[in-house]
């Protein structure tokens, strides 16, 4: 009787453990249905789904999440709150419309944002509050309608960013256009092509802008350009044919800053 308690004993209490143990990895590797989850890689894929709505119950330990070629139209304000390790995040080809602002705060070690191929007319200024490490941020071929520069304020480490062509031809007539504390370091190839009437181009406080590319100008007939708190050593001279004004200040302290009234003669990169 004693041999056969305790073996009743023993197998409860494995039970016991058994059972606590599998809830315990229930809960770490929780992955939302109909999505498919890889615990080593601590990934989400929830791509082609037919989702209309991001799911509540995202790991918490998530590092990347894909929501690609789905319906969800709209996200809420700090909609992916208590996802603090996620790295990648990936909600192209949706037919997302709304973004509210502050709808990605919490989310405070994302470094990829991708946008694309949705319908995006309007984002909030605070919409992409709460991204301190944002490195790449890709909101290409969507249908914005105005694109203000204070819509990436909040974006202190941003590197890559992808905009639709449409939202910047909503320019093609401005005739001056400031661009102040981006995060970008470098300006590539025929950013401003389309703005054949701007004259008057401010570039200021990118402090990690490092280089701006040979064709970067191509299209301007600028007449006046002003660069200050950048850390660039040289400007492109093919685009400036008409300059007659240049303001050029390193963000260095040891760096003067130096205007040039009349740009003829004036030794620049490219030449």
């Known amino acids: 009787?004693?041999?056969?308690?305790?073996?009743?004993?023993?197998?409860?209490?494995?039970?016991?453990?058994l059972?606590?143990?599998?809830?315990?990895?229930?809960?770490?590797?929780?992955?939302?249905l109909p999505c498919f989850c890889n615990a080593s890689e601590q990934s989400v894929n929830c791509s082609g789904v037919q989702l209309s709505s991001i799911p509540n119950n995202l790991p918490v330990n998530a590092k990347s999440v894909r929501f690609t070629h789905n319906k969800v139209k709209s996200l809420g304000s700090h909609q992916f709150q208590g996802l603090a390790h996620l790295q990648e995040l990936d909600l192209c080809d949706n037919i997302l419309a709304v973004i509210e602002v502050e709808a990605f705060v919490g989310l405070q070690t994302l470094l990829?944002?991708?946008?694309?191929?949705?319908?995006l007319k309007i984002i909030p200024v605070e919409a992409f509050s709460g991204l301190p490490k944002l490195q790449l941020l890709d909101i290409s071929d969507n249908e914005i309608l105005v694109l203000l520069a204070f819509t990436f304020r909040d974006l202190p480490s941003l590197r890559c960013l992808n905009v639709p062509t449409n939202a910047i031809t909503q320019f093609s007539e401005v005739k001056s256009l400031h661009f102040?504390?981006?995060g970008l370091a470098?300006?590539?190839?025929?950013?401003?092509?389309?703005?054949?009437?701007?004259k008057q181009l401010?570039?200021?406080?990118?402090?990690?802008?490092?280089?701006i590319s040979v064709n970067s100008l191509f299209g301007l007939n600028l007449t006046h350009l002003t660069i200050t708190n950048c850390n660039l050593s040289a400007v492109p001279y093919t685009p400036l044919h008409h300059l007659v004004y240049l303001a050029f200040c390193h963000s260095s302290a040891r760096s003067a800053c130096v205007s040039f009234s009349c740009f003829s003669g004036v030794k620049v990169k490219g030449e």
């Open 1 to 17: 009787y004693d041999f056969l308690l305790r073996c009743f004993c023993r197998l409860v209490l494995a039970a016991l453990y």
């Open 19 to 32: 059972l606590g143990a599998g809830v315990a990895l229930s809960s770490e590797i929780q992955c939302p």
């Open 112 to 119: 990829s944002l991708k946008l694309a191929r949705n319908h």
């Open 180 to 182: 102040n504390h981006f």
């Open 186 to 198: 470098t300006l590539p190839n025929f950013s401003f092509y389309p703005l054949g009437s701007l």
């Open 202 to 211: 401010v570039i200021s406080h990118w402090v990690m802008l490092e280089t």
